[in-house]
């Protein structure tokens, strides 16, 4: 096919579609009708207060929770039931990072990665170890390849989780809070692989409370308030003219 | 009355072989009944889970002396009699299956749920994550109450002396009533008791020290 020149950009497609999300724990609605598309190669950042909903959102686009009402789809299909061929085609297209690591802590760094990579992509443990090894070059730990989680920093175990995520070339990264538990050092370093993700290319959905960072990388930001999207679009736009006083007093009290 | 004399040394330690054969019946049988109603406990379906748990309760608030005397007698009088051996094993098996069962679900419920959670998102499928993830950081968990149990189970193979079973204690008592010396007697018995649970400990701490240096 030639090439076709002078088109303007084509419109992209939204990778990800949440509709109308409800999500209650016993009484407690904890997402109250929630909706936003995320675009190929964008980068999201969720902002919002403790309870706002923010970590469960991403929970129930990872289908670690169930929704009550409302549909998600990511790359074309509905999250699923746990067991459902929907499901298993969510855990290729979806990778998720979350706050405390997770790391299994009785295999090494390399195990971590190849795991999934030899059990559930079936491939032989020689060309799991590869990909082992690129991924933890992306992440610049190739020398803790043979260490134990307890033997690394927790910035260094996140960014091999990070790693353990990407080895199955995900469509989609999920990061759930994945500085909050660093020191500002450690954070730097988890921040900056995730900046070089972003200029990869790789689709994004981070939960964060680094303000500095949403607005260095995200490209759209959704504030999250009450279990709604209170207020959300393009980074430099809602920052610069925050439409709600709720965000923009979240905006100033996070500074 | 006969003088306590090397013959009988020899006799107790041959009856020993009796409370070793016993224990490692109860505790290989123990073992795998026993880890299927751990894992029955942490089932996703309420009667399986259910059914284990009833059969745990049941075990547990039975004297162990009550099981043999059913197992023994009870299922004697209803025509199928057991020899004593199978007796004493089968009692021994489903009473340190209840006892393991409960240890080794604590244990599977020990590792944190976010390994799941984590496993989960990488695609494992359930047998999966118990295989690779779950079960093998239970296992370094359930080491210590594990052996602890074991040495209750070697000194448990006693009361299958009461059904006639001729193993250690039994041996000793035969002992006694031929030359009554009692205290000379029992002391060896228990002296033989220590020495086949004492490694058991040993062999934990040793167990214990290098699962965690392996991580």
Same mark, same amino acid.
């Given at each position: 096919?030639?090439?076709?020149?002078?088109?303007?950009?084509?419109?992209?497609?939204? #990778?990800?579609?949440?509709? $109308?999300?409800?999500?209650?724990?016993?009484?407690?609605?904890?997402? $109250?009708?929630?909706?936003?598309?995320? !675009?190929?190669?964008?980068? /999201?950042? #969720?902002?919002?207060?403790?309870?706002?909903?923010?970590?469960?959102?991403?929970?129930?686009?990872?289908?670690?929770? /169930?929704?009550?009402?409302?549909? #998600? /789809?990511?790359?074309?299909?509905?999250? @699923?039931?746990?067991?459902?061929?929907?499901? !298993?085609?969510?855990?290729?297209?979806?990778?998720?990072?979350?706050?405390?690591?997770?790391?299994?802590?009785?295999?090494?760094?390399?195990?971590?990665?190849?795991?999934?990579?030899?059990?559930?992509?079936?491939?032989?443990?020689?060309?799991?170890?590869?990909?082992?090894?690129?991924?933890?070059?992306?992440?610049?730990?190739?020398?803790?390849?043979?260490?134990?989680?307890?033997?690394?920093?927790?910035?260094?175990?996140?960014?091999?989780?990070?790693?353990?995520?990407?080895?199955?070339?995900?469509?989609?990264?999920?990061?759930?809070?994945?500085?909050?538990?660093?020191?500002?050092?450690?954070? !730097?370093?988890?921040?900056?692989?995730?900046?070089?993700?972003?200029?990869?290319?790789?689709?994004?959905?981070?939960?964060?409370?680094?303000?500095?960072?949403?607005?260095?990388?995200? $490209?759209?930001?959704?504030?999250?308030?009450? @279990?709604?999207?209170?207020?959300?679009?393009?980074? $430099?736009?809602?920052?610069?003219?925050?439409? /709600?006083?709720?965000?923009?007093?979240?905006?100033?009290?996070?500074? | 009355?006969?003088?306590?004399?090397?013959?009988?040394? *020899?006799?107790?330690?041959?009856?020993?072989?009796?409370?070793?054969?016993?224990?490692?019946?109860? &505790?290989?049988?123990?073992?795998?009944?026993?880890?299927?109603?751990?894992?029955?406990?942490?089932?996703?379906?309420?009667?399986?889970?259910?059914?284990?748990?009833?059969?745990?309760?049941? *075990?547990?608030?039975?004297?162990?002396? =009550?099981?043999?005397?059913?197992?023994?007698?009870?299922?004697? =009088?209803?025509?199928?009699?057991?020899?004593?051996?199978?007796?004493?094993?089968?009692?021994?098996?489903?009473?340190?299956?209840? &006892?393991?069962?409960?240890?080794?679900?604590?244990?599977?419920?020990?590792?944190?749920?976010?390994?799941?959670?984590?496993?989960?998102?990488?695609?494992?499928?359930?047998?999966?994550?118990?295989?690779?993830?779950?079960?093998?950081?239970?296992?370094?968990?359930?080491?210590?109450?594990?052996?602890?149990?074991?040495?209750? *189970?070697?000194?448990?193979?006693?009361?299958?002396?009461?059904?006639?079973?001729?193993?250690?204690?039994?041996?000793?008592?035969?002992?006694?009533?031929?030359? &009554?010396?009692?205290?000379?007697?029992?002391?060896?018995?228990?002296? =033989?008791?220590?020495?086949?649970?004492?490694?058991?400990?040993?062999?934990?701490?040793?167990?214990?020290?290098?699962?965690?240096?392996?991580?």
């Amino acid at each position: 096919m030639p090439a076709v020149e002078g088109t303007s950009e084509a419109p992209r497609e939204a #990778i990800i579609q949440i509709r $109308d999300v409800v999500k209650e724990f016993g009484s407690l609605r904890v997402l $109250d009708g929630v909706g936003f598309d995320v !675009a190929r190669g964008q980068v /999201t950042a #969720i902002v919002g207060r403790s309870g706002s909903g923010k970590s469960t959102l991403l929970r129930c686009i990872a289908g670690l929770e /169930t929704v009550q009402a409302g549909t #998600i /789809t990511v790359c074309g299909h509905p999250v @699923g039931r746990p067991g459902s061929a929907a499901r !298993a085609q969510l855990r290729r297209d979806v990778g998720m990072v979350f706050q405390s690591y997770n790391l299994f802590p009785h295999l090494t760094v390399e195990r971590n990665i190849t795991l999934a990579l030899t059990l559930v992509k079936k491939q032989p443990r020689e060309a799991a170890n590869a990909k082992a090894a690129e991924v933890l070059a992306l992440v610049g730990l190739t020398d803790k390849r043979l260490a134990y989680p307890e033997q690394l920093s927790g910035g260094q175990q996140q960014r091999v989780a990070i790693a353990r995520s990407l080895a199955l070339s995900p469509q989609v990264m999920l990061f759930d809070e994945v500085t909050s538990a660093l020191d500002p050092e450690l954070t !730097a370093e988890v921040l900056a692989v995730m900046e070089d993700l972003a200029r990869r290319g790789m689709t994004m959905i981070t939960v964060t409370h680094e303000m500095g960072f949403a607005r260095r990388v995200a $490209d759209l930001v959704v504030f999250m308030h009450q @279990g709604k999207v209170w207020e959300s679009g393009p980074t $430099d736009e809602l920052f610069a003219k925050p439409k /709600t006083a709720e965000f923009s007093q979240f905006v100033s009290s996070e500074l | 009355m006969i003088q306590l004399n090397a013959n009988h040394l *020899i006799y107790l330690l041959e009856a020993a072989r009796w409370t070793l054969l016993l224990s490692l019946i109860a &505790f290989v049988g123990g073992s795998v009944v026993g880890l299927a109603l751990a894992l029955m406990r942490v089932s996703r379906i309420a009667v399986v889970r259910g059914a284990a748990s009833g059969y745990i309760q049941l *075990i547990q608030g039975t004297p162990l002396l =009550i099981i043999l005397f059913l197992s023994y007698f009870g299922l004697g =009088i209803m025509g199928y009699k057991l020899v004593p051996i199978v007796a004493a094993g089968l009692s021994l098996t489903l009473y340190a299956a209840a &006892f393991l069962g409960e240890i080794w679900r604590g244990c599977i419920e020990a590792v944190p749920r976010t390994q799941w959670e984590a496993s989960d998102c990488l695609g494992l499928n359930r047998f999966q994550q118990y295989a690779y993830v779950i079960l093998p950081q239970s296992v370094k968990l359930a080491i210590p109450p594990t052996v602890g149990f074991m040495v209750q *189970i070697v000194k448990n193979t006693s009361l299958a002396s009461v059904i006639g079973f001729v193993e250690l204690s039994r041996a000793g008592q035969i002992v006694n009533n031929s030359t &009554f010396e009692p205290f000379v007697i029992f002391t060896i018995v228990a002296a =033989i008791y220590f020495a086949l649970c004492y490694p058991l400990s040993l062999a934990a701490r040793a167990l214990e020290r290098r699962s965690h240096a392996g991580r």
